[in-house]
């Protein structure tokens, strides 16, 4: 399979002109309904691996799905050399003198955020323990486009420079952690926002195991998972997010959110930006990138003036050059020229970042998908045995509902239904050991801060000790 | 050590709680992926599988146009670094996924009607999402599912399962009634001695055989006659699958 995203079917350029009118009109007109700032709904699943720390997966409306599975080895970290080697470079950083420095590779010096960073003592890890790699199918590892997928999300995702931080154990061992995203559909659409969520919903649900030993001992871990830690906690006010990497398009002066393929062919610039969000001071901008956007690809519409088949002759190139450039450039479609405007720019920038902007509602619904898990297990497992069996029976007389078959034909991942049955169903009391596996299903409508975005998540069956069977609405 | 003997002589019963001729919970749901040809996804125990089918679509261009008046059938398995204990990258053309993607290849060659499609290629791809014992087998059924659903006619279900010569390590029992296991799990598969049995039919051509172990050659044929009842019980639970998508569809059609 020739390995290309842009529109199997080339549109022709009548059909472009009409979707590049259609989205310049003030509102724009977009081919299906939805308004400048709607996403397109989306099914979001946390936890389907488990053998993975972290994993979710996410399909877009369009059937590109994404599954990113998140997990992690402890590594000896590298003893320091001596400090006879430590010599002044370019990249400023003062090495205390010490036996507990670490010295940095000569690889790491290109992408080097921790500038000025002196003392290397406890807490400070290295960028190069997150190691990520992206699988499309139909494209070799070493092709152009999973090298620059890869780097633009482990820029976003290290650019704050905490994440790394939390990857140290202590002086000689540490964290490494392997971020492995498959592309489970041939790449309709440009893949990156579907492959940011999805990472963005990973992270947040990767859990490392307890520390219990101190210090530098040899480190182990508490063997129970329940105890594991969130890699990014979700408690602690300071500690940020994973970042989110979404695409602006603009056609005239307004301004697009979750293009479709088609929407895209007729962009007039295209961005990526990547947005991170820190609990205390809001979003983020952590980086832009222009991407080209296809319509450059296209081919000019021939106006009828110059066109042999109505069966005057050809003017010479020259001339049909000249008289296409003088024509109106609203009635015939012309691959757009020239950059962006910075004006533009900004303004797409600022509908990303403010606050109730486009950033905030998707961070926020991601979160939804994992707090709707959080808050089932949390009010589970405070219940007590007696809610527990009744539950347990309900169950039993329980019988497959409308809701039940949508989620079977939308969430096929999820088929430990069974017909809305499992198969084998324990009981986890206080004294018990059994497992209970079941199914939390929540659907949020639109809710006030989300008015713009739909989602209908499903989380996935969760292989945890918690009886729950919780329906909301 | 985890198939410690004494312990299943005392109950019978292996480490997940399974008799000797009990199957894992098979979950199994097609149509999944909107993009594809056909697409199915099977869960056998903690093995997860993936398939997509591309096809029946014309032949690559380049290359030496093949001459024939069949279908050629392609397989690509893509094993994901997260699917293990361990997180590993699997190098493309290895050759212990070369030589599986060979087997499925040859299997679904003889049984789907290639003749309707001359020079045309299809292209099943497997992606591994988890593995815990029987890949190959569970591939296959998974196989099997994606190709109906991409409605190419074959002439039955391919099922397939793993079967164990004995439940314990140790030959010292000679040759009397310890039971084969049936459907092994990635521990399992480990230290014991194994072979994959795939059929068609209802009547159980065995289709694809493979073993990598070795047994005693008196163990083969009570091996094979579970693998056979194995592979006829995994094939009604895919029918069931396909039925149920099936009465979906004609229910939303109908109305």
Same mark, same amino acid.
């Given at each position: 399979?020739?390995?290309q995203?842009?529109?199997?079917?080339?549109?022709s350029?009548?059909?472009?002109?009409?979707?590049?009118?259609?989205?310049?009109?003030?509102p724009?007109?977009?081919?299906?309904?939805?308004?400048?700032?709607q996403?397109?709904?989306?099914?979001?699943?946390?936890?389907?691996?488990p053998?993975?720390?972290?994993?979710?997966r996410?399909?877009?409306?369009?059937g590109?799905?994404?599954?990113?599975?998140?997990?992690?080895?402890?590594?000896r970290?590298?003893?320091?050399?001596?400090?006879?080697?430590?010599?002044?470079?370019?990249v400023?950083?003062?090495?205390t003198?010490?036996?507990?420095?670490?010295?940095?590779?000569?690889?790491?010096?290109?992408?080097?955020?921790?500038?000025?960073?002196?003392?290397?003592?406890?807490?400070?890890?290295?960028?190069?323990?997150v190691?990520?790699?992206?699988?499309?199918?139909?494209?070799?590892?070493?092709?152009?486009?999973?090298?620059?997928?890869?780097?633009?999300?482990?820029?976003?995702?290290?650019?704050?420079?905490?994440?790394?931080?939390?990857?140290?154990?202590?002086?000689?061992? !540490?964290?490494?952690?392997?971020?492995?995203?498959?592309?489970?559909?041939?790449?309709?659409?440009?893949?990156?926002?579907?492959?940011?969520?999805?990472? !963005? &919903?990973?992270?947040?649900?990767?859990?490392?195991?307890?520390?219990?030993?101190?210090?530098?001992?040899?480190? !182990?871990?508490?063997?129970?998972?329940?105890?594991?830690?969130?890699?990014y906690?979700?408690?602690?006010?300071?500690?940020?997010?994973?970042?989110?990497?979404?695409?602006?398009?603009?056609?005239g002066?307004?301004?697009?959110?979750?293009?479709?393929?088609?929407?895209?062919?007729?962009?007039?610039?295209?961005?990526?930006?990547?947005i991170g969000?820190?609990?205390?001071?809001?979003?983020?901008?952590?980086?832009?990138?222009?991407?080209?956007?296809p319509?450059?690809?296209?081919a000019?519409?021939?106006?009828?003036?110059?066109n042999?088949?109505?069966g005057?002759?050809?003017?010479?190139?020259?001339?049909?050059?000249?008289?296409?450039?003088?024509?109106?450039?609203?009635?015939?479609?012309?691959?757009?020229?020239g950059?962006?405007?910075?004006?533009?720019?900004?303004?797409?920038?600022?509908?990303?970042?403010?606050?109730?902007?486009?950033?905030?509602?998707?961070?926020?619904?991601?979160?939804?998908?994992?707090?709707?898990?959080?808050?089932?297990i949390?009010a589970?497992?405070?219940?007590?045995?007696?809610?527990?069996k009744?539950?347990?029976?309900?169950?039993?007389?329980?019988?497959?509902?409308?809701?039940d078959e949508?989620?079977?034909?939308?969430?096929?991942?999820?088929?430990? &239904?069974?017909?809305?049955?499992?198969?084998?169903?324990?009981?986890?009391?206080?004294?018990?050991?059994?497992?209970?596996?079941?199914?939390?299903?929540?659907?949020?409508?639109?809710?006030?801060?989300?008015n713009?975005?739909?989602?209908?998540?499903?989380?996935?069956?969760? !292989?945890?000790?918690?009886?729950?069977?919780?329906?909301?609405n | 050590?985890?198939?410690?003997?004494?312990?299943?002589?005392?109950a019978?019963l292996?480490?997940? /709680?399974?008799?000797?001729?009990?199957?894992?919970?098979?979950?199994?749901?097609?149509?999944?992926?909107?993009?594809?040809?056909?697409?199915?996804?099977?869960?056998?125990?903690n093995?997860?599988?993936?398939?997509?089918?591309?096809?029946?679509?014309?032949?690559?261009?380049?290359?030496?146009?093949r001459?024939?008046?069949?279908?050629?059938?392609?397989?690509?398995?893509?094993?994901?670094? #997260?699917?293990?204990?361990?997180?590993?990258?699997?190098?493309?053309?290895?050759?212990?996924?070369?030589?599986?993607?060979?087997?499925? =290849?040859?299997? #679904?060659? @003889?049984?789907? #009607?290639?003749?309707?499609?001359?020079?045309?290629?299809?292209?099943?791809?497997?992606?591994?999402?988890?593995?815990? /014992?029987?890949?190959?087998?569970c591939?296959?059924?998974?196989?099997t599912l994606?190709?109906?659903?991409? @409605?190419?006619?074959?002439?039955?279900?391919?099922? =397939?399962?793993?079967?164990?010569s004995?439940?314990?390590?140790?030959?010292?029992?000679?040759?009397?009634?310890?039971?084969?296991?049936?459907?092994l799990?990635?521990?399992?598969?480990?230290?014991?001695?194994f072979?994959?049995?795939?059929?068609?039919?209802?009547e159980?051509?065995?289709?694809?055989?493979?073993?990598?172990?070795r047994?005693?050659?008196?163990?083969?044929?009570?091996?094979?006659?579970?693998?056979l009842e194995?592979?006829?019980?995994?094939?009604?639970?895919?029918?069931?699958?396909?039925?149920?998508?099936?009465?979906?569809?004609?229910?939303?059609?109908?109305?």
């Amino acid at each position: 399979m020739p390995p290309q995203y842009s529109t199997a079917l080339p549109l022709s350029p009548a059909e472009l002109s009409y979707l590049h009118t259609s989205l310049s009109f003030d509102p724009p007109i977009r081919p299906d309904g939805r308004t400048a700032t709607q996403f397109r709904p989306l099914i979001a699943e946390t936890d389907v691996l488990p053998s993975a720390n972290g994993s979710a997966r996410i399909c877009f409306a369009d059937g590109t799905e994404a599954v990113v599975g998140v997990k992690c080895e402890v590594e000896r970290s590298p003893s320091d050399r001596s400090i006879l080697r430590s010599k002044e470079d370019d990249v400023k950083r003062l090495v205390t003198g010490g036996g507990d420095e670490e010295m940095r590779d000569e690889s790491s010096g290109g992408e080097d955020d921790e500038v000025g960073n002196g003392s290397r003592g406890r807490g400070e890890g290295r960028n190069e323990w997150v190691e990520m790699a992206i699988e499309i199918p139909g494209y070799r590892d070493d092709d152009a486009l999973p090298v620059f997928l890869s780097a633009m999300i482990t820029e976003a995702l290290v650019s704050d420079g905490e994440l790394k931080n939390r990857l140290y154990i202590n002086q000689r061992f !540490h964290w490494r952690l392997y971020i492995d995203i498959l592309l489970l559909s041939s790449p309709l659409s440009y893949p990156l926002p579907l492959l940011s969520l999805t990472t !963005h &919903l990973a992270l947040l649900r990767t859990r490392l195991p307890a520390l219990v030993s101190e210090k530098d001992e040899d480190p !182990h871990f508490n063997d129970d998972w329940e105890a594991a830690t969130l890699l990014y906690p979700q408690s602690d006010q300071t500690t940020t997010r994973p970042p989110v990497t979404l695409l602006v398009m603009s056609v005239g002066d307004n301004i697009i959110f979750d293009p479709s393929k088609d929407e895209l062919a007729v962009a007039d610039a295209v961005l990526t930006v990547s947005i991170g969000k820190t609990p205390s001071s809001g979003l983020r901008l952590l980086s832009v990138r222009t991407v080209d956007p296809p319509s450059r690809l296209t081919a000019p519409g021939v106006p009828n003036s110059t066109n042999s088949a109505n069966g005057d002759t050809a003017p010479p190139m020259q001339e049909a050059l000249m008289l296409r450039e003088a024509m109106d450039e609203h009635s015939l479609w012309r691959p757009p020229r020239g950059g962006m405007k910075r004006a533009l720019v900004g303004r797409m920038i600022k509908m990303v970042v403010d606050k109730n902007g486009v950033g905030e509602e998707v961070l926020e619904g991601l979160e939804g998908v994992d707090k709707a898990l959080e808050e089932c297990i949390t009010a589970i497992e405070a219940k007590d045995t007696e809610t527990a069996k009744q539950w347990e029976q309900e169950r039993e007389t329980y019988t497959p509902t409308t809701i039940d078959e949508l989620i079977v034909m939308l969430n096929p991942i999820n088929t430990a &239904l069974n017909g809305g049955r499992s198969s084998r169903v324990w009981m986890r009391t206080k004294d018990d050991v059994l497992n209970l596996k079941h199914r939390v299903v929540r659907r949020i409508a639109a809710s006030d801060t989300i008015n713009n975005f739909l989602m209908d998540m499903w989380a996935a069956e969760v !292989h945890r000790a918690s009886p729950s069977e919780v329906w909301l609405n | 050590m985890p198939l410690d003997t004494s312990t299943y002589s005392l109950a019978h019963l292996r480490l997940d /709680g399974r008799r000797w001729n009990e199957l894992r919970r098979l979950s199994a749901s097609i149509s999944t992926s909107g993009s594809a040809d056909g697409s199915s996804y099977l869960e056998q125990g903690n093995t997860k599988i993936l398939c997509t089918i591309t096809g029946p679509q014309e032949q690559k261009q380049g290359g030496a146009r093949r001459e024939s008046n069949e279908a050629k059938v392609e397989v690509e398995i893509n094993v994901a670094a #997260f699917s293990g204990v361990d997180r590993k990258r699997r190098a493309r053309g290895d050759r212990r996924s070369v030589e599986m993607q060979h087997t499925i =290849a040859t299997a #679904f060659q @003889g049984v789907l #009607f290639t003749h309707l499609y001359p020079h045309s290629t299809v292209v099943i791809t497997l992606h591994v999402l988890s593995q815990d /014992g029987s890949l190959l087998a569970c591939c296959l059924n998974a196989a099997t599912l994606a190709l109906i659903d991409a @409605g190419i006619p074959m002439s039955d279900y391919v099922s =397939a399962c793993t079967v164990a010569s004995s439940p314990t390590s140790s030959e010292g029992d000679g040759v009397d009634a310890t039971d084969p296991l049936l459907d092994l799990n990635g521990v399992e598969e480990q230290e014991l001695a194994f072979l994959t049995i795939g059929t068609s039919g209802e009547e159980g051509k065995v289709l694809v055989l493979v073993m990598e172990t070795r047994c005693r050659v008196e163990r083969l044929e009570g091996m094979m006659a579970v693998g056979l009842e194995g592979c006829g019980r995994i094939r009604g639970m895919l029918d069931g699958v396909v039925r149920e998508h099936g009465g979906k569809v004609l229910e939303a059609r109908v109305g």
